[in-house]
């Protein structure tokens, strides 16, 4: 929740591929206060069977930038097994991108809701509401 000194920030994933939210990918937030400032990790979570996470840590007062690091490939590599599974045959690469880090200016007292819809040959994000 944000305050007057704090923003806030949320998250979920859609996996554009199937057309489904992406469940169990895990996601570990970062924040600075400044451009030149260091990454400090905050912690993380795993996104549910909604493709939210609804348990991300707090940011501290002064947090000028976030970073959100989706690990996708754990995912996909879930996803490609489960396939084989089903249809030996399947033949898919995985995914192209192992990861996905967003990087995003902040402001006290506003809430960034930023969804990740996602392929495994591509990601696209954007303030939500």
């Known amino acids: 929740m944000s305050t007057d000194t704090t923003a806030s920030v949320s998250t979920h994933i859609l996996d554009t591929s199937i057309g489904r939210p ?3 990918v895990a996601i570990t937030l970062a924040a600075r206060s400044g451009s030149d400032a260091q990454w400090v990790a ?3 979570s795993a ?3 909604d493709g939210r996470c609804k348990d991300l840590p707090a940011l501290p007062e002064g947090t000028t930038h976030v970073r959100l690091d989706f690990e996708t490939e754990t995912y996909f590599s879930k996803k490609q097994a489960e396939a084989q599974q089903d249809a030996p045959r399947v033949r898919d690469s995985g995914a192209f991108f192992p990861e996905v880090a967003i990087t995003f200016a ?3 007292g506003e809430h960034y ?3 990740l819809l996602l392929n495994p040959f591509g990601y696209s994000v954007y ?3």
């Open 106 to 108: 902040v402001k006290p």
């Open 22 to 24: 992406a469940e169990g």
């Open 47 to 49: 996104t549910d069977a």
């Open 127 to 129: 303030r939500g509401s």
């Open 113 to 115: 809701h930023v969804p």
């Open 42 to 44: 905050l912690g993380g």
